[in-house]
């Protein structure tokens, strides 16, 4: 049985750093990797891999849809590239070379994307990409990962070298409470990771609100409320069986996401609650909004995307219930 | 050189078949980019048309402005990748040949999807790099438009093709000076390309696209010029419409088909030399 306590926190690192030492070591395994970056090597954490293999390291400059072509033509000739900007330059700057490039045209391309969500801070809107999540799942054939912690992000880094096909995988800015198992072995890509077990309401995260969705079933445990918590780490494919024998359980939802309400996890998690077990659902994500600047914990406050407003949702969601 | 210039009508006589089969389709930059195309696969290309997706050892070549996919599909099918019959299906419905060229139906020849424009240059620099990263000695070919170079990703590849001396990859840019609203010059001026394309850290090179004698010299000559630490620019001047007397000296017939009686026109300007599939 899944609970917080195996999940103690190891340390608190930053998602990209488990990025940029995830490429590292995968690059290590498997000489097709190639890194590009658009002026970024340094924010994406590359050094290492600069460093060690630079033959296999493109500097793209300031030129985003180039940079996307450029990683298709090295997937055709059978290299595995990984693209790496941040988030909003990823998806909404190229998102026609990455649908005619990479989907359409099934390019096993990595799309890395640091920096997403309100979490980057101080930067402001023009830089906290809120869409992309929503973006990146429409297009078919994409898969679509939001690790939680930096173990997490390694450990995805590490595995799409050996999935075949496009990848959207998303990260962030801040230091964050790093609690995944340390090799990465509870990361499986489409597999959906079972956090805290319980019966009252299924509380489904991704990304940084993982560890929110933790700190809210510590303190609803202390009202009497036991709740599931669930790392939808794969928004795409999506682990449906997992979602409907939660919600099957709980028959309620609560959602937790760094991204708008319209078009991300929460939407994705709905279509299965709507077709197999339709049940009360609360969302925790940005209120159809653009960011702003500040500190990180300052705007998941204001945006309503910390601790205290999943549990609220949770209760919210358990009162539907009627 | 003849048997280059019958396989040239017979690639003409297909296009306008092909958009007269279906009542629509792009014959005229197709008709203008038909000598080239038959000379990079008949004559200039190492490649093979049992199609490997990576074509390692062989010369890869790239369509950016995919609205030409009929010339496209008339010279790869020709040329052995699939069927020369499987052009009468061209733009139909359940069928490996799309509107504008793809990879999702698999259709051998076709390593990338093209028709939003821009994209090409992009990825035949991605296959360029990652041939000499491979040590391949093989070369990379791009076909664009003029028109399709108000397209700012281009000069953002055609920037770092320079800057990381992708001296493997010859970029054709077919200017016939017209695109759909009208004159290129009109419409945006791109002109002129010469002087960017140099200022850009490319050899450039000048070509008539309608004179195969001089499409094979230059090509050859541009091959030549591999390995200097530069990528080679071919500015192809180009008739849209070429072969067809109607057809030729105007944008009109970019995007549209020929009727029956149009048809038979032009094919009696473009005596068979093969068979018509």
Known sequence: MATLADFPVQNEKETRAGFGDGIYEAAKINPKIVALTADLAGSLKLNNFIKDFPERF???????????GV?????????IPYTTTFANFSTSRVYDQIRQSVAYSDKNVKICASHAGLTLGEDGATHQVLEDIGMMKMLPGMTVIVPCDYNQTKAATMAIADHQGPVYLRFGRPKWPNFTAENGSDFVIGKAQLINEGTDVSIFACGHLVWMAMQAAVELAKEGINAEVINIHTIKPLDVDAIVKSISKTKCIVTAEEHQINGGLGDSVAQVAAKHCPCPQEYVAVNDSFGESGTPAQL???????SSNIIAAAKKAIARKG | ????????TQVRRDIVRMVHGVQSGHPGGSLGCTDFMVALYFKIMKHNPSFHMEGANEDLFFLSNGHISPLFYSVLSRSGYFPVAELGTFRKLNTRLQGHPATHEHLPGVRIASGS????????????????MNGDQQFVFCLTGDGELQEGQNWEAIMSAAHHKAD?????????????DGPTAKVLNVESLEAKWVAFGWEVLHMNGNDMNDVVATLELAKSKCGAGKPICILMKTEMGKGIDFMEGTHEWHGIAPNDEQLAKAFAQLPSELADY
């Open chain 1, 58 to 68: 493109v500097q793209c400059g300031i030129a985003e849809a180039n940079m996307i």
């Open chain 1, 71 to 79: 990683a298709a033509g090295l997937a055709i000739v059978g290299k």
């Open chain 1, 300 to 306: 998941l406050k204001k945006y309503g995307l910390d």
């Open chain 2, 1 to 8: 050189m003849e048997k280059l210039q019958a396989m040239a």
């Open chain 2, 117 to 132: 424009l821009g994209q090409g240059l992009s990825v035949a620099l991605g296959a360029a790099l990652a041939k000499k």
């Open chain 2, 168 to 180: 493997n990859f010859i970029a054709t840019v077919d200017v016939n000076g017209q695109q759909i």
